[in-house]
């Protein structure tokens, strides 16, 4: 099964900025369908932050919409979040997934979460 790899968080300054990467790592990957990024803050449940599918049709919650930006790269099964003017409570769990992923071999598409990697902003 594909595995996701999720990087780039780390501790930021109010107004900062950081950059996350999820990559898919894994054989014969035929095609995601949409990657994207959710976040589970301390006491919350997570919600979703940023999508985009595979004709880079994205959504976001409007709560970023202004400030982060998704991109991805289909040749490289990579997703990126480029998170600016940080707000302490975007402070949370940043969790990449990826829908409908198709391998070779495989009858239908199935979906999988990355690891998550922490983001905390503070001053």
């Known amino acids: 099964q594909v595995q996701l790899v999720a990087s780039g968080g780390g501790l930021v300054q109010p107004g900062g900025s950081l950059r996350l990467s999820c990559a898919a790592s894994?054989?014969?990957?035929?095609?995601?369908?949409?990657m994207g990024w959710y976040r589970q803050g301390p006491g919350k449940q997570r919600e979703l932050v940023a999508t985009?599918?595979?004709?880079?049709?994205?959504d976001y919650a409007d709560s970023v919409r202004d400030r982060f930006a998704i991109s991805r790269d289909n040749t490289k099964n990579t997703v990126y979040l480029q998170m600016n003017s940080l707000k302490p409570e975007d402070t949370a769990v940043y969790y990449c997934?990826?829908?409908?992923?198709?391998?070779?071999?495989?009858?239908?598409?199935?979906?999988?979460w990355g690891q998550g990697t922490q983001v905390t902003v503070s001053s």
């Open positions: 894994g054989s014969r990957i035929v095609s995601i369908y949409k």
């Open positions: 985009a599918t595979s004709d880079i049709t994205t």
């Open positions: 997934k990826a829908e409908r992923v198709r391998q070779l071999g495989l009858v239908g598409g199935y979906d999988v």
